[in-house]
C-alpha cells in the first residue's frame, strides 16, 4: 500500500475536471471525424472520459529534470483510433487542447498563476502548482 497526499488528490481532481471538459468539447466538435480503435468504447460508455470515445485527454506529471520549464504536468492529447491521423490533424488538435487549457485553467485554479508552454517536443502546464491553499 502506497501514501498518496490528500493535497495532490485535490489537485489532480480539479485537473481531471478540466480535462474531461476538454474531452466533451472535441467529443461535440470531432467525434465522428475519425472510427474509433475496435477495443475503444463509445462515447459515454465508461464511468472515465479517458477509457471511451475518440479522445484521450490527461496530464502526468514531470520533475522537470533536464526541462528549461522545470516541474509541470506534461499534456497528452491523442485520438484513440487505428486510422492514419494527419500530421496538421494533429498539430490542429494539439492547438485546440492548448487553447482550451488557457481558458480554463484560470477558472478551476483561479488563485494560480498557470500556463501552457511548448517543453521540447510536448506541452506542460507550469507555473504555480504548490499544494497548499492561499
Known sequence: MSYRDPKVTKWEEKLKKV???IDDHLESSYGGAYPLHPSRPERGATSNKEQD?????GAAFSPGYGSRHG???IVE???VTLSHVPRH???QLEEEVVRL???ELP???PDRELDVVRDGNVFKI???LRLDTP
Open 101 to 103: 487549457l488557457r481558458n
Open 77 to 79: 492529447a491523442r485520438m
Open 126 to 128: 507550469v507555473g504555480d
Open 19 to 21: 480535462f474531461d471538459r
Open 107 to 109: 477558472r478551476a485554479f
Open 89 to 91: 490533424v494533429q498539430n
Open 53 to 57: 470515445g475518440l479522445f484521450n485527454i
Open 71 to 73: 516541474r509541470g504536468y
